[in-house]
C-alpha cells in the first residue's frame, strides 16, 4: 500500500514552487499525496519566517501536524528551521529538520529516519558556505493557467529590517538553460502563463554573469507561452532600456511589482534601502512612459523604528502621488540579529495597526479608481476557473493588467482566451466582460 503524504505551505511564491518541487519528488517515489488532514504517514511543512507571525504559524503546523497523528514523521523544511535550526531540533513534534537549499534531499532523509528512527537535519550554514543554485524542476503546477518558475535565491541586500538573507543565503542564479528547458516543458503540458519569481529577482545573474533581460527574451522566445508576468522587481532596474525592451516584448504582462517599503527618504535611509524616493517616482514614470496604464503595485512597512507621524504622513502623501493599482501594507515585525530590531525609537502596536487601517483605506481606493478605468474598454482576458453567483455561472480570469473579470458561460471556459468588453463590477473584486 502507498504511503500518504500531506504537504503545507507558508510564504511567499518561491516557497510554494519549492513544496510543488518537493512534492513532484515524492509523488515519483510512489507516495500517495492526501489533504493536510489526519491520515497522512509523512506531514511535509514548508516554512516562512519573514515576520514573527510567520514564525508562529510554522511552529503552529509543525505541531498540528503531529497531532493529527503521533506516529506519523513530520518534516520542517525551509526558512524558519533555517533560522531557527536549534529550536526545531529541540522540537519534539518535528523529526526531520531540512534547511534551505538542501530540500532535494528530501527523500533521502525520510528514509534514513524510517532507518533507524531518529531524529535528523540538515541545515547548512548558508551564510557563509558558498552555495550553488539548488536545481529542482516542475513538470506540472497547481495552478491552472500560469506557472510559478523559480530562477533565483537568495539576497545580497541586507534592509535593515529583513531576515532573509540569513535564512536564504547569497545571490544564486539558476541556469537559463535549465529555465528554459522547464519552460517547454510547462508549455508541453499546456501552461500559457509564466511568472518569473525569485527571492530578490532584479540580481539574476550577477553571479553567473548573465542578467534578467537575457533570461526574459529567452523565455518570450517559447513556443505556447503567451503571456509572462515579472516577480517582485528593484527599482533601480527600472531604467529606459530595461523598460523599452520589455514594451518590445508583446508577451510581457504590464504588471509590475515595485518593492518600495516607504515613501519617506529618512525611513528607507534607516532601512538601508539603496533607493530614494525621487529615483522610485522615476521608476514609475518610465514604466508609464513605455506602457499604457500600467499595473504597478507595492510593498509597504508601517511602524518601522524611528517612523515619527510626520514620515507616515510623508509617506502617506507619496502613496498617492504614485497612485498604485495594489499595496500590500505590513506592520513592522522586529527580526532578532538584524540591526533594525536594535535600533532605538520602537513604534507601538497600537500605532502600528493605525498606520495600518488608514493605508489599507487608500489601497482599497486606489486599487477601486484603476480597475475602473478599465470600464467601457476592449480587453482580453486569461480564463481561469468556474464561479458560481446567485444561481449563476460564470468563467473568471485576468487580464494582463490583472484585474480579474467574470464571465457568464455555461461552457467551460478555462486557460482560453476570451476578449470583450467590461461593463462594470460583478462583485467587490471581480468585474464582468461580455464577450465580442
Do not use: W
Not at 155 to 172: E, L, M, T, W
Not at 219 to 230: C, F, K, S, T
Not at 281 to 302: M, N, S, W
Not at 336 to 343: H, I, L
Amino acid at each position: 500500500m502507498k504511503k500518504k503524504v500531506a504537504l503545507h505551505n507558508l510564504g511567499c511564491k518561491v516557497n510554494s514552487y519549492e513544496l510543488e518541487a518537493m512534492q513532484q519528488l515524492l509523488e515519483q517515489a510512489g507516495y500517495e499525496i492526501v489533504p493536510f488532514e489526519p491520515g497522512a504517514d509523512v506531514y511535509v511543512i514548508n516554512t516562512c519566517t519573514v515576520t514573527n507571525i510567520a514564525d508562529r504559524k510554522s511552529r503552529q503546523m509543525l505541531h498540528k501536524a503531529k497531532k493529527m497523528n503521533p506516529d506519523a514523521i513530520v518534516v520542517g523544511a525551509g526558512c524558519y528551521v533555517q533560522t531557527k535550526e536549534a529550536e526545531a531540533l529541540l522540537d519534539d513534534t518535528v523529526d526531520i529538520v531540512i534547511g534551505n537549499n538542501k530540500k532535494h534531499e528530501l527523500l533521502a532523509m525520510i528514509e534514513a529516519y524510517e532507518n533507524d528512527h531518529g531524529k535528523c537535519g540538515n541545515v547548512i550554514d548558508i551564510n557563509h558556505e558558498k552555495q550553488e543554485y539548488e536545481e529542482m524542476f516542475l513538470e506540472r503546477t497547481a495552478e491552472h493557467t500560469r506557472a510559478f518558475i523559480k530562477v533565483q535565491d537568495g539576497c545580497n541586500q541586507f534592509c535593515s529590517y529583513c531576515i532573509i538573507p540569513f535564512a536564504r543565503g547569497r545571490v544564486r542564479s539558476r541556469n537559463s538553460e535549465d529555465v528554459i528547458r522547464e519552460v517547454k516543458r510547462l508549455a508541453e503540458h499546456g501552461f500559457r502563463e509564466i511568472v518569473l519569481t525569485g527571492i530578490h529577482l532584479s540580481s539574476y545573474g550577477v553571479d553567473t554573469g548573465d542578467d534578467l533581460l537575457h533570461l526574459i527574451r529567452e523565455v518570450h522566445n517559447v513556443e505556447g507561452i503567451e503571456r509572462i508576468r515579472l516577480g517582485s522587481l528593484e527599482p533601480r532596474i527600472v531604467t529606459d532600456g530595461f523598460a523599452a525592451a520589455l514594451a518590445g516584448l508583446p508577451k510581457i504582462c504590464p504588471h509590475f511589482h515595485l518593492s518600495l517599503q516607504s515613501g519617506c527618504d529618512a525611513t528607507l535611509q534607516r532601512m538601508n534601502r539603496r533607493y530614494d524616493t525621487r529615483e522610485y517616482e522615476e521608476g514609475c514614470q518610465i514604466l508609464r512612459k513605455y506602457f499604457d496604464h500600467p499595473a504597478i503595485t507595492t510593498d509597504v512597512i508601517v511602524g518601522f523604528p524611528g517612523e515619527t507621524e510626520e514620515e507616515f504622513a510623508v509617506t502617506k502623501e507619496y502613496l498617492k502621488r504614485i497612485h498604485f493599482y495594489e499595496m500590500h501594507i505590513f506592520q513592522y515585525s522586529k527580526r532578532e540579529g538584524t540591526k533594525a530590531a536594535v535600533m532605538e525609537h520602537q513604534v507601538p502596536e497600537p500605532v502600528k495597526k493605525e498606520r495600518s487601517n488608514i493605508l489599507l483605506a487608500l489601497e482599497k481606493k486606489m486599487s477601486e479608481e484603476f480597475r475602473e478605468y478599465y470600464v467601457g474598454k476592449q480587453v482580453t482576458a486569461l480564463m481561469e476557473e468556474a464561479y458560481e453567483l446567485e444561481g449563476e455561472t460564470y468563467f473568471t480570469g485576468y487580464t494582463k493588467e490583472y484585474v480579474k473579470i467574470a464571465v457568464k458561460s455555461a461552457a467551460d471556459l478555462s486557460n482560453q482566451f476570451v476578449k470583450g468588453t467590461i461593463r462594470g463590477r460583478l462583485t467587490d473584486d471581480i468585474y464582468l466582460m461580455v464577450e465580442f
